[in-house]
């Protein structure tokens, strides 16, 4: 009797172990595990493409839970999924969307992040009460996913695509399309038989071109070799003439304080009156000299001296012309360089007596000038500096000028009449 209880509670207790062994391996393939925790979120879709309950969850491609229900509604579909691990952590702003692929139509949520989480956003856990209003998914919180790609999509493209090429104008558009292609190609055929032989003709025509080309490059070349020799004797010449150079520039500066120091010292003769004096004294030497120049005109103004001296003029004249004559004459016969250098000195001295006589025509001049009328007096002789040269003839008679160490004067004489 006790036997037989002993097999009865035996065989209850494998009963009992095996129902146990069949529920936990029920559950373990349902995905329950007691070790693990969990958090579950709500997500809703305007179409969940034939999604079913046990449908993966995948973040970043990796299946991270599963769908526990789904509860169709009047606006949407409420979609439970449940987060395998509390450890993961899903940012809020991530795009979850909904996919239907494969060649059954498998169906999968799929959540791509859009940022990297910060480490502060890594430190709160899913799971507890404190992830309330955090910036990443937490447990019970209700989220908005995407339709994703679908077969259903794929068909409604593809009857449109083919509705579009069904168009009887689609296809007449094509067709002419097609021709138009046609022509194309062959004036492209055209096009490029002539660009050939007009490539043909360049080369043929460039070809004097380019050696010319090559001649002037040449030519720029040496150029510019004998631009570089150049530089280089410039160079050269201005090392070998520095010390000459440095003692120019000292000599121009001593020059320049030698006439600081010439100025410094004429500035208080000038400043104290002096060089007034001396202007005065000089006009009574010219008084002086007016009245021997009168003496001197008394010899020179009669017209037996002006008849002579125009003889002199046309002597010098005459003997200046048949000096050159005599020059070319003697320059044809001898050439010798001596007797050119001889007749160039005459010609020289012939040119120094021309200006004596125009001297000489200037001085009697300026002695008729200072010759009074009979009976008159001359009470002052003024200079005038005349700024430009004398009037020409026909503006008027011509005024009687000295020149003197570059400067023209114009003269004056102011006679008075006896009483």
């Known amino acids: ?181 046609t022509t194309l190609t062959e004036s492209a055929s055209l096009l490029s038989t002539e660009l050939i032989v007009l490539s043909r003709q360049l080369q043929t025509d460039l070809r004097p071109l380019m050696a010319s080309a090559n001649r002037a490059t040449n030519n720029v070349s040496s150029a510019a070799a004998q631009f570089e020799i150049t530089g280089t004797e410039l160079n050269r010449l201005v090392v070998t003439n520095r010390g000459t150079l440095v003692n120019t520039l000292t000599n121009l500066d001593r020059s320049a304080t030698q006439i600081q120091s010439i100025t410094t010292t004429l500035g208080p003769a000038f400043q104290e009156g002096q060089f007034i004096a001396n202007l005065e004294r000089l006009s009574a030497d010219a008084a002086v000299a007016a009245a021997d120049i009168r003496s001197i005109t008394g010899t020179f103004n009669s017209a037996e001296n002006l008849v002579m001296l125009q003889q002199t003029l046309d002597s010098a004249r005459s003997v200046f012309q048949s000096a050159h004559k005599v020059m070319a004459d003697v320059d044809e016969l001898t050439g010798d360089p001596v007797l050119r250098r001889n007749l160039r000195d005459l010609i020289n001295g012939l040119n120094g007596l021309v200006s004596l006589t125009n001297q000489l025509e200037q001085a009697s001049q300026v002695a008729g000038s200072l010759t009074p009328v009979a009976g008159a007096q001359v009470e002052r002789v003024t200079f005038t500096p005349l700024p430009a040269p004398p009037l020409a003839a026909g503006a008027g008679p011509a005024p009687v000028t000295i020149t003197h160490q570059g400067q023209t004067y114009r003269l004056d004489v102011h006679s008075i009449q006896p009483r």
């Not at 999509?153 to 296809?171: Q, T």
């Open 1 to 181: 009797m006790r036997a037989r209880a002993i097999r009865e509670g035996s065989v209850g207790l494998l009963i009992l172990i095996a129902v146990g062994l069949f529920g936990g391996l029920v559950l373990w393939l349902r995905g329950l595990n007691p070790g693990r925790q969990t958090y579950r979120a709500t997500i809703v879709f305007d179409n969940t493409l034939g999604m079913q309950e046990g449908t993966s969850v995948r973040y970043r491609g990796v299946p991270v839970g599963q769908v526990l229900s789904i509860v169709p509604t009047a606006n949407a579909v409420d979609v439970a999924v449940e987060i395998g691990s509390s450890d993961l952590r899903i940012p809020r702003d991530a795009v979850i969307m909904v996919n239907q692929s494969g060649l059954i139509g498998d169906t999968t949520i799929d959540i791509t992040p859009q940022r990297l989480l910060s480490d502060q956003e890594l430190a709160v856990k899913p799971a507890e009460d404190s992830c309330l209003g955090q910036t990443i998914i937490c447990d019970g919180d209700r989220l908005n996913g995407q339709v994703g790609a679908s077969y259903d999509s794929l068909i409604r493209s593809a009857e449109g695509l083919a509705d579009a090429f069904a168009d009887p104008e689609l296809i007449a558009d094509l067709k002419t399309t097609l021709d138009n292609a």
